[in-house]
């Protein structure tokens, strides 16, 4: 099986910066794309970046040169750098990975735990 597990999260004033990690490993032949996405209380689970296996990346408007996504291919890990952070980017980030277990496997879907993210005065 797979683990995808999150770490990083935190409470931080407006204005601030956090930095998420997310570590995948097991049983695992190669990472397509992995990704960030958070859900906030009421609301549904959105995209917030994603990056290829070839490190093409993909970013919400609303977080659009203020986080920055990049992968460690070698260490089968996610970054998500945050800065110049909102209250309204208050949520819990999950991390996103499709994994290709085996050479002869499709690729599946692997979700963390999430981790919390507070932007307060």
């Known amino acids: 099986q797979v683990q995808v597990v999150e770490s990083g999260g935190g409470l931080v004033q407006p204005g601030g910066s956090l930095r998420l990690s997310c570590g995948a490993s097991?049983?695992?032949?190669?990472?397509?794309?992995m990704g960030w996405y958070r859900q906030a209380p009421g609301k549904q689970r959105e995209l917030v970046a994603t990056i290829t296996i070839s490190s093409n990346t993909n970013y919400a408007d609303s977080v659009k040169g203020r986080f920055t996504i990049s992968r460690d291919n070698g260490k089968n890990t996610v970054y998500l750098q945050m800065n110049s952070l909102k209250p309204e980017d208050t949520a819990v980030y999950y991390c996103?990975?499709?994994?290709?277990?085996?050479?002869?496997?499709?690729?599946?879907?692997?979700w963390g735990q999430g981790t919390q993210v507070t932007v307060s005065s």
């Open positions: 996103h990975a499709a994994v290709q277990t085996t050479i002869l496997a499709t690729a599946r879907e692997f």
């Open positions: 097991g049983s695992i032949f190669r990472i397509y794309t």
